[in-house]
């Protein structure tokens, strides 16, 4: 069974304070893995999207990597309009069309 | 341009009721996606729609769940004799065609609460 585990579940963080969330997954095949970020009371906004080990890609404080059993969201000097949800989702190879979300890091910068 | 927008943004009802939410798609996108999502989780792929037709159902969770996309654009998620159980926030996103690799545009989601 395809699966997508986050951790940790939650991140506090002062401002400047550098870290790493991860997503590790387990699927049959993957055609994607996407990152995304969740305001309270907003749905999912869209960071990046990976395809093979080896990629990353970068935006502002953000620097998504993937591997061939996980990826890592990089957030590097954070500041407090970067606290929100992060969430990764998988899309296999047997799956045109769905989505296989983890259930998140909830990230709080403090100034 | 404007993105995926939902209505209502919320709505409380009574265990038993029969509701309807609704998607409007980014203007051109095909493929239209519903997911449902509880507190503290990710969301739950629920259905896609590939123009009108569906394309994949395997998440509606029972009977009591049906969507529909008559003209290709808007869709409409309906639940019969809703449960208490059914309590989430229903989200839609929309792809331009709907091609495995594509990026899903997340509308801002439906806020359901059965009494």
């Known amino acids: 069974e395809d699966q997508v585990t986050q951790s940790p579940e939650a991140l506090r963080l002062q401002e400047g304070e550098s870290s790493s969330l991860n997503c590790s997954y387990t699927?049959?095949?993957?055609?994607?893995l996407f990152w995304y970020r969740q305001d309270p009371g907003k749905g999912p906004e869209f960071l990046f999207t990976?395809?093979?080990a080896g990629e990353e890609k970068e935006k502002e404080r953000l620097k998504a990597t993937l591997t061939k059993k996980e990826s890592f969201l990089h957030i590097t000097a954070p500041k407090p309009e970067d606290s929100a949800t992060y969430l990764c989702?998988?899309?296999?190879?047997?799956?045109?069309?769905?989505?296989?979300f983890g259930a998140g890091t909830q990230v709080v910068v403090t100034p | 341009g404007a993105g995926v927008s939902q209505t209502p943004s919320n709505k409380v009802t009574e265990k038993g009721k029969y509701v309807e939410l609704r998607c409007d798609p980014i203007?051109?996108?095909?493929?239209l996606y519903w997911y449902r999502q509880s507190l503290g989780q990710g969301p739950e792929f629920l259905i896609y729609?590939?123009?009108?037709?569906?394309?994949?159902d395997s998440g509606l969770p029972n009977d009591r769940f049906f969507a529909v996309r008559p003209e290709g654009s808007v869709s409409t998620l309906k639940i019969q004799r809703t449960e208490r159980g059914d309590s989430a926030v229903y989200l839609c996103a929309s792809s331009p065609t709907g091609t495995g690799k594509e990026t899903q545009y997340f509308g801002p989601g439906t806020r359901l609460l059965v009494l």
């Open positions: 729609f590939q123009g009108t037709g569906a394309a994949d």
């Open positions: 699927v049959s095949g993957l055609r994607g």
């Open positions: 989702a998988v899309k296999t190879t047997d799956s045109w069309g769905k989505l296989q």
């Open positions: 990976l395809y093979s």
């Open positions: 203007s051109g996108h095909t493929a």
